[in-house]
């Protein structure tokens, strides 16, 4: 079983940043494979950026490639996502989710196995 509680997300400013923290529970969260997702109002849950369980590899949605940066520390349980250069079109609620099959990556939301309650983040003009 592993729980996931995002925080870090607020109001910003076109051209801001934002760091959201996903805070993991259980012993498999180190060999998992993270990723974020964001759902804005009206839309689908899309994938934004992922790091691979197994060796750290990093995967990004094409439209945030350059501005966010995915990591993790295994020592806290946790990953981040460094938001920069943030959008309008940004807007959303951010969701953490895990796949226990760490050697897998996916851009699909249902192979996702865990996901944290989501937080806002909201880009003015």
């Known amino acids: 079983q592993v729980q996931l509680v995002e925080s870090g997300g607020g109001l910003v400013q076109a051209g801001g940043s934002l760091r959201l923290s996903c805070a993991g529970s259980?012993?498999?969260?180190?060999?998992?494979?993270m990723a974020w997702f964001r759902q804005a109002p009206g839309k689908e849950r899309e994938f934004v950026a992922a790091v691979r369980g197994n060796d750290g590899t990093t995967y990004y949605e094409d439209s945030v490639k350059d501005r966010f940066t995915i990591s993790r520390d295994n020592a806290k349980n946790t990953v981040y996502l460094q938001m920069n250069s943030l959008r309008p079109e940004d807007t959303a609620v951010y969701h953490c989710a895990a796949m226990v099959a760490g050697w897998l990556v996916s851009r699909s939301a249902n192979m996702y196995n865990y996901w944290g309650q989501g937080t806002q983040v909201t880009v003015s003009s």
């Open positions: 259980g012993r498999t969260f180190s060999s998992s494979t």
